[in-house]
């Protein structure tokens, strides 16, 4: 059974850090893209960035180049998400979403070309 568990979130300041997890189970994910992806209250799910199985390729939305970093472990089965100089508006429920084969980079930025997902975790940036 695939599973993804998200970790890291919390309560954190304007221009804090953190840094979120997402532990992947089941099988192995290294040939996968892998993604996050935020949903803040009343809104829809945005995505945020995805990485290629290798680790040698990003993508990420305009609201968080430059100051998000998206990394991955294949030996842990894991993607990390680096959150830097956070702001308010970044308060959401991070999700982290696995899309096995290849897609075109546009379809990789919509959730319905994602498999699997976690549970999502709170961020919550305070002004």
């Known amino acids: 059974q695939v599973q993804l568990v998200e970790s890291g979130g919390g309560l954190v300041q304007t221009g804090g850090s953190l840094r979120l997890s997402c532990a992947a189970s089941g099988r192995t994910f290294s040939n996968d893209v892998m993604g996050w992806f935020r949903q803040a209250p009343g809104k829809e799910r945005e995505f945020l960035t995805r990485i290629s199985g290798s680790g040698a390729f990003t993508d990420y939305a305009d609201s968080v180049r430059g100051r998000f970093t998206i990394s991955r472990d294949n030996d842990k089965n894991t993607v990390y998400l680096q959150m830097n100089t956070l702001k308010p508006e970044d308060t959401a429920v991070y999700y982290c979403?696995?899309?096995?084969?290849?897609?075109?980079?546009?379809?990789?930025?919509?959730?319905?070309?994602?498999?699997?997902w976690g549970q999502g975790t709170q961020v919550t940036v305070s002004s």
């Open positions: 979403a696995v899309s096995p084969g290849l897609k075109t980079r546009f379809m990789y930025r919509e959730e319905k070309n994602y498999d699997y």
